[in-house]
């Protein structure tokens, strides 16, 4: 071993003791005859010194030491008189008896501190060096944390974790796989999973139980900022389970990751339906630190000669606690915002409820104050509120006004990452009608289950179909989602008709399942959490890029290692394929 | 839950208690007016018990019920008048009073028992029933158990698991890279990596300090009983350490493997020399369970006038407690072994050293009985022994000897996949000649460190230079290897130089590490684990598939999903990719 100790663990109690130390030079100073060395490590920074007086030929030889190289020193450790309160160890420093240089550095493209001057392609070149940041290290060991707790709370309850295949058959349902030739089977593609979703439910249908695992899946889709080609699930199954079992345990989880790496006790979950998710937030992934409901108020807004209501489907409000003092240009604002392209609003529509108890509206020449005091009860408002309106397709509107409501809680100050507010959303419709394609799509997968009260509607009415599928949603992150799933090869049947798939590919596709389920599948059900997200939301991070090792650009590049990158003729002739100039 | 109880946990201490029970019937069977069906969940068997006399509608309802039927129960646990000590609930049974059947099943194609009637093909293509057989779970229970202890050890160590990428840039080096298409980046292609090795060297140069990670790793190679397209490893690597750390550190990983899930308390790892390891044993894994170690006899077997003896450079022999008493038939099955076309000697020499002190050998025309005495001298030989001797070129030869003492092993019942005997083997070469292609090739890898006092030998006798590398072996099996790095840009450099690596080339599949180590890399090592091979020793398995939940067979595929296979044109059109006709 090269150390005796790391440089994050002496106290004052390791007073005059003889140590060796390693590692990189964070920076070095000279103050009259003594250098100052700040030494780092994973564990933490130790300073050096090196005292002119006392060893010239070493100090010299330090003051030729730049930032990042590698050293190891031999030294006392001594009570420092100008202590740092900042860091664990600033109460002591080694005075410095030998140095030896291990290793030399060039000077890094980007200062390694919390705070960089590196941009982010700078730092995704020189990823190894932007790990050497204290930040970024800290994600990927909460990251560790979250893996390990994880596992040693699912263990206690008897689950196993399963590694299933990385090469499998590709089912063109759903996103893109990535395929992967096969050079034994010329012609012939492996898919990587999207989700291990058909193979946990195999290992029900095998007794299994109790599976999970932390696993890497795939999906080649265009890529977004919370998007990587490759992320992490945690993956789990449970046998003669229902809903309920589910959230109770998969709840547990996360309360146990909470207290134990966060500290935080998390009440219980409050669970919503989808339904009211829509009515009351316009998301299936409403942010609950703070209320904000949607008020509907279309019967209020009619018969006024307002066309731009009258003609709307739907109209409903938001009411922001104390903003009537909004300023014009805080409201043009406001205005642009829901007017971008992203979220397509046509306009904005605010009441003010000002202090004096009167009411002053962009649409004062429709409505008179009676009618804003209507709209202003139903929300609840009081004097120096601000209402804010939106109007038209119920689905369309309740998005938009859903951004909207998250805009004004980030103005507020109300989306405290400090805060973290769970909550099961349950009952998701069972399908999702493509109205163009004039056809279903499972809204989850075409495994979930429909609740059994409504499978006779099934063939009457399988857009109102519920599911019992359930996500959970941190802040408005939807964490985690899974369902109870079908376990009747009748019923999957019935699924894939509904689905439009054919026998013949539904049996190409999935047949090794249905087959499965003739030989005695147990009711089951179960859930994935993305634990890239779920880190995120732990160390507040606003991408999930922080929180993994070396992520790809949203080209899908991994810039550091120049991947993907052509391959030789010759590696291409073994697979029998060609690229098409 | 569709259940109280699990089918594993029922005592006498349960008398009288209502339960509910849910899983697959293992077996019915009628006798009088009952009807006995056992119970099987993951947790064990439970006898259920339907009585004619008390309720006959019930008992007709249980009577239609077939093998692997999923049913549910309610019934009161009861003392069995005829126990069974050979399953832990044997004292008790269920007097079933409420029966609901959750699923029907087909007859299986194969019996659901430890010894079960299919054969591996029938196993494979229907895996998820396999999968129910109590001896088959019980591998992938103990897989899990092993997995979770790793972590757990590595843990308490400070380790750090870190995950990284699956899709990386193609290393035309070593074994075949599985390729994935990028359809991004047209014509490009990712590959999935052999095993993380620059990636967890980055993660030091990063300041990681302790990493590990328990990873899926891909080769494309011909396959064989113990190899796998995609198989996974404990993968770890160190900062500030040396050898005897590591060493040290992963010693302690296996004592920790053993002790906890075996209850085996393994005394410290014997370190044997690669160089010894292949005089003693002619093998880098010797199974030293048993001793039989070689004994070289060139020097006593000279100027007898046996030609093939004297025209060999290498004479060894290895004794056989008890076995003069071989028949000739014996012998002759003997030496057929050794010329299988797999072994290739040319022939075998025997000397039985009878139980009256005279010496029979297959060479009598050429030596004498105080010649014989003298090899049976050297070997240590007793009067009962059977002496084997082989000759020919040395390491030919050694390979050749060392499956014949692994087979005299064998038969000779030393083999107890019950006795664990570990040790490490050290010292390896740096560097292979193929004397073919005239060029060296790493030993082990490109970045493992020579051994600092041979690092002069790398100019004038590349082939003379030890490595700082070492192989864990348990019973003949190589569980893990590994080395301390290289760390030192220039050096290598200089290792590219001597593979026969371009500056280009080496720049262009290694240039991030290259670059890498210009920011200051520490000193490093490490290892890696094969989890599939440890887990088949603790399981005493022959082959790695069946501690694998969905192996592929030897053509690389998996018969049970029907993977690889070909795929849509649209599909390969996205990726701008053609088969070749």
């Known amino acids: 071993m090269y150390r005796t100790k790391t440089c994050g663990e002496l106290r004052i109690e390791n007073l005059n003791q003889e140590v060796v130390l390693a590692g990189w030079v964070q920076k070095a100073r000279k103050m009259g005859g003594m250098i100052f060395i700040d030494l780092r490590d994973r564990y933490g920074i130790t300073q050096l010194v090196f005292n002119q007086e006392i060893n010239s030929e070493l100090c010299e030889r330090a003051a030729k030491i730049g930032r990042e190289w590698v050293i190891q020193v031999k030294g006392k450790v001594m009570e420092r008189s100008n202590k740092n309160a900042n860091i664990p160890t600033g109460d002591i420093e080694i005075i410095t ?50 893996a390990f707790e994880t596992r040693s709370y699912l263990d206690k309850l008897r689950f196993l974790e399963v590694e299933t295949p990385v090469l499998i058959g590709s089912t063109p349902e759903g996103a893109r796989d990535f395929l992967v030739p096969s050079r034994m089977n010329p012609g012939e593609f492996y898919a990587l999973p999207q989700s291990p979703q058909t193979l946990k439910q195999l290992l029900m249908v095998s007794g299994f139980d109790r599976y999970f695992q932390i696993v890497k899946c795939f999906r080649d889709e265009d890529l977004r900022a919370d998007r ?45 339906s989808y339904a009211d998710a829509m009515k009351l937030y316009g998301s299936d992934k409403p942010d609950t630190r703070f209320d904000m409901k949607f008020v509907e108020i279309k019967d209020l807004t009619t018969r006024k000669n307002f066309v731009v209501f009258d003609s709307a489907g739907y109209v409903a409000a938001i009411c922001a606690e104390s903003c009537a003092s909004y300023t014009r240009k805080q409201l043009d604002e406001l205005t642009d915002f829901v007017k971008r392209p992203q979220i397509g609003a046509k306009g904005l529509v605010y009441v003010r409820y000002e202090a004096d108890g009167s009411l002053r509206s962009s649409v004062d020449k429709f409505y008179s104050q009676d009618d804003l005091k209507a709209w202003a009860d139903r929300c609840k408002a009081k004097p120096g509120d601000l209402i804010l309106v939106l109007c038209g397709e119920t689905e369309k509107t309740q998005k938009q006004l859903s951004e909207l409501r998250l805009e004004m809680g980030s103005r507020l100050g109300l989306r405290d990452k400090n805060k973290f507010n769970c909550l099961w959303v349950v009952d998701f419709p069972l399908l999702e009608k493509d109205e163009e394609l004039g056809r279903f799509f499972a809204k989850h997968h075409p495994f979930t289950g429909p609740k059994p009260e409504d499978i006779p509607l099934l063939d009457s009415n399988p857009g109102a179909v519920r599911a019992n599928a359930y996500d959970m949603v941190i802040n408005g992150v939807e964490i985690g989602g899974g369902s109870i799933r079908i376990y009747n090869s009748e019923l999957q049947k019935k699924m894939f008709t509904i689905l439009g798939f054919t026998e013949e590919k539904a049996q190409a596709q999935f047949g090794f399942l249905m087959n499965a389920f003739k030989f005695g599948a147990p009711p089951h059900g179960g859930i994935a959490f993305g634990l890239d997200r779920f880190v995120s939301i732990f160390a507040g991070l606003d991408s999930i890029r922080d929180c993994i090792a070396f992520p790809k650009n949203n080209s899908g590049r991994d810039v550091m290692l120049d991947a993907p990158t052509a391959v030789d003729q010759e590696q291409l002739d073994e697979l029998n394929l060609q690229v098409r100039p």
Do not use: W
Request: a negative charge; charged letters at 35%; proline letters at 5%.
């Open 97 to 146: 008896g030998e140095l030896t240089i291990l290793n030399v550095s060039e000077v890094p493209p980007f200062t390694i501190e919390e705070d960089t001057d590196g941009g982010d392609d700078l730092r995704m070149k020189y990823r190894y060096l932007d790990l050497r940041r204290t930040n970024i290290r800290a994600n990927l060991e909460l990251r560790h944390r979250m």
């Open 228 to 272: 990587q080609p490759e992320f992490t699930q945690i993956d789990c199954e449970m046998s003669f389970v229902e809903q309920e079992d589910i959230l109770n345990t998969f709840e547990g989880l996360t309360k146990h990751l909470f207290r134990t790496i966060k500290g935080v006790d998390i009440p219980d979950f409050p669970r919503i």
